[in-house]
């Protein structure tokens, strides 16, 4: 006995585009390839060569939602008894649509009554509708989780790669779910003004763009779990034995006259190194010690900085105006501190800014393609520096 | 809030009610009665005929009697009678209204 040959083919179009993926099998269907039951896997479809025949194939909505591990993976099997005995036969599910065929040119079509359709086609229509709002929820969700679109931040810390897979995904699902609910919103238009679906055969017009998509609907979060395990920390060293020169002044140089010493009781003082693309250099700097003038006067201080060296001077700015945003509506949501602004408009740099918020002092600025984000903490009332020595200090350091 | 009756019936549900008043049938005999009574203008596809079926459960315009292996026999209630009847009322006094023009 001959074995039979199976034949693969990629679909062509999205399930919800019904014309033209029953006029894509009906075509098949005359060059003698004929859809084996139930063997649709990451979108291949598997035939087998027959001689060619006219068959009629349709696509007929789940009730409910359809999974390979729910009771709506097949037919209800009263329909499929129902659709039996009028001649047509359950070949395969594919997606949330059950895929008949009839031989019998003289059965009467699945769908005699267009307005009942609709009404079928409606059920699938209101789920894709929920599903297109939880992606725009989603969409939502992650700005709101950026505090604000601090995207560049994001790229600095997690990485380029990882950030820019996960925006596409996100568009990528949004613009899936759009566009098969307007697909189906268009159809059951048409269903309510009494047409049936018709034969579509530009089919082969939109198998490119249609393949081109699904590969990168699977290689996108592929991409975006490799991003997400090799993106880390490139290196990190406690303060005291970071071997390398820092691009950016300390509290050592803050104040010269000062002995400056760690002190890691509490916290502990680290240096965190990233590296990325568009941010090729970013140093996270926290320092927690004392900050010594005479035997009277100690204070305890801390110093977080984070260094960036973009690839660009845009990004740079870029950096200070999400540092900025993601700094209000921190104080907006968390700590709610009154923010006092400092004039150091005397300090030469691209962009800064400074200010007073609750017991820290924040200070942002950038000097051509290089930034500095500041968050100096000191418990000392009688070491506060004057904080435009401070600004002078530590924009002097980089650019 | 009790859910809306149909308020609406197509053509094709109109007739399934009809053959089911004329006496209990099984879903293709329905398709049959319908198709010969209407001498083949009106056909009734299976997906039609078991959405028109479900809907007709659900709203209780009629009830399962039989099942014989794949056979399914369904009879009219009473509830799915004033309906028909009230479709039938509608539909002649729309044939009045325009006789009367």
New interface residues.
């Given amino acids: 006995m001959a074995e039979t040959k199976h034949i693969y083919r990629m679909v062509p179009c999205p399930a919800y585009r019904i014309e033209l993926f029953q006029t894509w099998l009906e075509d098949l269907a005359r060059e003698g390839l004929i859809l084996e039951p139930d063997t649709f896997l990451f979108g291949i479809a598997t035939f087998t060569r027959q001689s060619p025949q006219h068959l009629r194939y349709?696509l007929?909505p789940a009730a409910k939602h359809a999974g390979s591990m729910n009771e709506y993976d097949t037919p209800d099997y009263?329909?499929a008894?129902?659709?039996?005995?009028?001649g047509?036969e359950y070949v395969a599910r594919y997606g949330q649509f059950y895929i008949y065929r009839c031989a019998d040119s003289s059965a009467?079509?699945?769908?005699?009554?267009p307005?009942?359709?609709e009404?079928?086609l409606g059920s699938l229509k209101k789920r894709t509708r929920t599903a297109l709002l939880t992606s725009i929820f989603n969409i939502l969700f992650f700005c709101w989780l950026n505090m604000g679109f601090i995207l560049t931040i994001a790229c600095a810390f997690v990485g380029t790669p990882l950030v820019a897979a996960g925006i596409l995904i996100l568009l990528e699902s949004f613009m899936e779910r759009f566009f098969e609910w307007f697909h189906l919103h268009r159809l059951c238009l048409k269903m309510k003004q009494g047409d049936s679906p018709v034969r579509k055969t530009d089919w082969r017009k939109s198998r490119f763009l249609f393949r081109t998509r699904s590969i990168l609907a699977v290689i996108l979060p592929l991409l975006w779990f490799l991003a997400m395990f090799t993106n880390k920390s490139d290196a990190e060293y406690p303060l005291g034995d970071y071997p390398y020169p820092l691009p950016f002044s300390t509290l050592a140089e803050v104040f010269p006259d000062a002995e400056v010493t760690i002190d890691d009781t509490i916290v502990g003082s680290d240096v965190q190194l990233y590296s990325d693309p568009l941010i090729p250099e970013t140093i996270e700097y926290r320092f927690y010690g004392d900050v010594k003038f005479d035997s009277y006067n100690i204070s305890y201080a801390s110093l977080h900085v984070n260094y960036h060296r973009t690839a660009a001077p845009f990004l740079a700015r870029q950096l200070v105006r999400e540092y900025q945003r993601h700094a209000a509506r921190s104080n907006r949501i968390f700590s709610k501190s009154d923010r006092i602004p400092y004039d150091v408009s005397n300090v030469q740099a691209d962009a800064i800014v400074c200010y007073n918020e609750g017991i820290s002092v924040i200070l942002i600025l950038c000097k051509g393609s290089e930034v500095l984000r500041c968050t100096y903490l000191n418990r000392g009332h009688d070491t506060d520096p004057e904080i435009e020595h401070f600004a002078q200090v530590m924009a002097a350091s980089i650019g | 809030m009790p859910k809306k009756a149909m308020e609406i019936l197509t053509e094709s549900m109109f007739y399934v009610l009809m053959a089911l008043h004329h006496g209990p049938m099984c879903g293709i005999d329905i398709a049959g009665w319908i198709t010969g009574r209407t001498r083949g203008r009106v056909q009734l596809g299976p997906a039609t005929l078991y959405t028109i079926l479900g809907k007709f459960e659900k709203e209780g315009f009629i009830t399962e009697t039989e099942v014989e292996g794949r056979k399914r026999t369904y009879k009219i209630t009473g509830k799915g009678s004033e309906a028909y009847c009230a479709e039938l009322l509608r539909l002649r006094q729309c044939i009045a209204d325009a006789d009367e023009i």
């Avoid at chain 1, 009467?108 to 009554?113: A, F, N, S």
């Fill in positions: 349709r007929e009263r329909a008894e129902i659709y039996q005995a009028f047509w009467p079509e699945l769908h005699t009554d307005f009942l359709q009404l079928s």
